[in-house]
């Protein structure tokens, strides 16, 4: 329940963190725009944060901020396709039509470096967090996922159709529903 409730907490201030990052991409600062490029990526992708691995035993597995040039190609105007192992060696592509500012940021980020460069290279996951928290306390990468995933539910539960429900179920009530997130 405790992570449901900080998601239903960051309906309201959604809107506040994407006013700041859209800000911060637009920064001089190249670390503020990987803040910001890496927070877009995490809010509207559901990319986990990633990080260091313990061990080099551990699957070469990926998250936002372990992303390498490897894993992104750019197409103009806009795209970007993604292809990394995420967690438990799951394939992840996705094929992106993204802003310009996040565009133009990861052209700039990945420009020159070797395909095995971090294209984050100047932040770590305990720098997201940490901007994470200047809006909620508790507020983490993880808490974007299943805000994302329930955003998504949400949506897909807004279009079944009630009047065919007691053909699905006999006990299920339109109050049982989850926290409305649109």
């Not at 890496?38 to 061990?55: C, H, N, P, Q, W």
Request: hydrophobic letters at 35%.
């Amino acid at each position: 329940m405790l992570k449901y409730d900080r998601a239903k907490r960051l309906v309201s201030i959604i809107d506040k963190i994407r006013a700041s990052y859209e800000k911060l991409q637009q920064s001089k600062n190249v670390a503020d725009r990987q803040k910001a490029t890496a927070t877009y990526f995490i809010d509207k992708l559901a990319l986990r944060v990633g990080g260091e691995k313990d061990t080099e035993e551990e699957a070469d597995t990926v998250g936002c901020c372990s992303l390498r040039v490897e894993h992104l190609q750019l197409t103009e105007p806009l795209t970007i396709h993604l292809d990394f192992l995420g967690k438990d060696s799951i394939r992840y592509t996705n094929s992106v039509e993204v802003t310009k500012e996040v565009f133009d940021n990861v052209k700039k980020f990945i420009e020159g470096k070797p395909k095995t460069a971090q294209v984050f290279d100047k932040i770590a996951p305990a720098d997201l967090n940490e901007y994470f928290k200047t809006f909620m306390e508790d507020l983490s990468a993880k808490v974007f996922r299943t805000y994302n995933a329930s955003w998504t539910l949400q949506n897909e539960l807004n279009k079944f159709d009630m009047q065919k429900k007691s053909s699905y179920t006999q006990d299920w009530e339109p109050s049982d529903t989850i926290q409305d997130f649109s």
